[in-house]
């Protein structure tokens, strides 16, 4: 079981930055791909960004890619996404989310365990 809590997120104007981190419990957590959602009001939840467990492989949505990016500390058992200049439609709530399969996926259903979601809003 693994429990995800993420934290970081405000209030930007356009082409600033924030750093979210999702802090996990579990002592498997080092085990697990994980990846970051968002989903914007009226929207579906889609997909951000991929880790592999060792932190070696990561991947991400086109359209946040050179933007945005993922990392993961093994020894503070945290997740981050370190986000580069933000547009309005970045608008979301981000969530962290592991999962127990061993590839990389990019589709929710895929992830097993989810964060509560944390509010990054960008202003225009």
């Known amino acids: 079981q693994v429990q995800l809590v993420e934290s970081g997120g405000g209030l930007v104007q356009a082409g600033a930055s924030l750093r979210l981190s999702c802090a996990a419990s579990?002592?498997?957590?080092?085990?697990?791909?994980m990846g970051w959602f968002r989903q914007a009001p009226g929207k579906e939840r889609e997909f951000v960004a991929h880790?592999?467990?060792?932190?070696?492989?990561?991947y991400y949505a086109d359209s946040v890619k050179g933007r945005f990016t993922i990392s993961r500390d093994r020894a503070k058992n945290t997740v981050s996404l370190q986000m580069n200049k933000l547009k309005p439609e970045d608008t979301a709530v981000y969530y962290c989310?592991?999962?127990?399969?061993?590839?990389?996926?990019?589709?929710?259903?895929?992830?097993?365990?989810w964060g509560q979601g944390t509010q990054v809003t960008v202003s225009s």
């Open positions: 880790i592999s467990t060792s932190g070696g492989v990561t």
């Open positions: 989310a592991a999962t127990t399969r061993t590839s990389l996926v990019v589709t929710s259903s895929a992830y097993d365990y």
């Open positions: 579990g002592r498997t957590f080092s085990t697990y791909p």
